[in-house]
Nanobody, 121 residues
């Protein structure tokens, strides 16, 4: 059974930083993509960043230059470093896995429960 568990959310002032972590278990092969998505109530879930097993990363335009995604294949974990946070980054952040990389949420079939990020002005 695949399980993804996020941690590291919290509250921060604008301009601050947070680090999110995702621990994956139950994935029987290392050839999977890990992605980060975010969602606010009443809004669609949007892709933030993804990374394949070779370390190739993809970012949404609105986080380029501010967020960095990484992964540790041996530990089956992913980290999302978020810097220069803005109030509009406030959302529930989800980790997800897929056999296909990218920022399209419809290609991801396993999801974590999410971790809340709140950025105050």
């Amino acid at each position: 059974q695949v399980q993804l568990v996020e941690s590291g959310g919290g509250s921060v002032q604008a301009g601050g930083s947070l680090r999110l972590s995702c621990a994956a278990s139950g994935l029987t092969t290392g050839r999977y993509c890990l992605g980060w998505f975010r969602q606010n109530r009443g809004m669609e879930r949007e892709g933030v960043a993804s990374i394949d097993n070779n370390g190739r990363a993809d970012y949404a335009e609105f986080v380029k230059g501010r967020f960095t995604i990484s992964r540790d294949n041996a530990k089956a974990t992913s980290t999302l470093e978020m810097n220069s946070l803005k109030p509009e980054d406030t959302a529930m952040y989800y980790c997800a896995s897929s056999w296909w990389c990218g920022l399209n949420r419809r290609t991801y079939n396993y999801w974590g429960q999410g971790t809340q990020v709140t950025v105050s002005p």
